[in-house]
């Protein structure tokens, strides 16, 4: 079913619309939630709440890309479920990946600084569409998806070496285009 179709159903408060995003995203954001959490237990409840979030949100508002918009709001929580989970014993990929990431970005929390997390979302999109095609893939796979440099490597035909250098030289260009963009990091 169309995206289009399946965002009227949820205008129109159509069930049908839970259960269709169901199928046709499902997986999609089950991999999402378990990328960042490792644990299909934890990224299957992700995906129920991400449809209750959805079933709230639509409407008022109207995505204008459904996938994107189920994507962000099952990271958002796998990352909410991670950091609630503190008493986990190992290391987490997420959280690697998250770490590397706090290098050039650091978390704005409290709501009087909500404009400047949107300007610094305006200048990692400005940052991201002046890459390649290949390096933003790399790092989006890396930094939103939380996919181990081993996956992106695999994925990609590249050695993991390559892949980490490639993402170490992109963490510091963008550094130092959030230092002119004028971000104090």
Not at 90 to 108: I, K, M, N, P, R
Request: net charge neutral; aromatic share 8%.
């Amino acid at each position: 079913m169309e995206d289009s179709l399946i965002i009227a159903l949820f205008q129109e408060r159509n069930e049908d619309a839970l259960h269709q995003t169901m199928e046709k995203y499902g997986a999609y954001c089950h991999g999402v939630a378990y990328n960042i959490l490792r644990s299909h237990q934890d990224s299957e409840e992700c995906v129920n709440d991400t449809l209750l979030r959805v079933w709230n949100s639509i409407p008022p508002q109207r995505p204008l890309c459904l996938r994107a918009f189920l994507g962000r709001i099952a990271r958002n929580l796998a990352i909410d479920r991670f950091r609630s989970q503190k008493a986990r014993s190992s290391v987490c990929e997420g959280a690697v990946a998250l770490e590397e990431l706090g290098e050039c970005v650091s978390d704005t929390a409290t709501p009087l600084e909500e404009a400047e997390a949107a300007r610094l979302r305006e200048s990692i999109q400005g940052f991201l569409s002046g890459l390649s095609r290949r390096d933003r893939e790399i790092f989006l796979c890396r930094y939103f998806y939380s996919y181990t440099v081993a996956e992106i490597a695999k994925a990609r035909g590249m050695k993991e070496n390559y892949v980490r250098n490639l993402l170490s030289r992109t963490r510091q260009k963008l550094k130092q285009y959030l230092e002119k963009e004028g971000f104090a990091l």
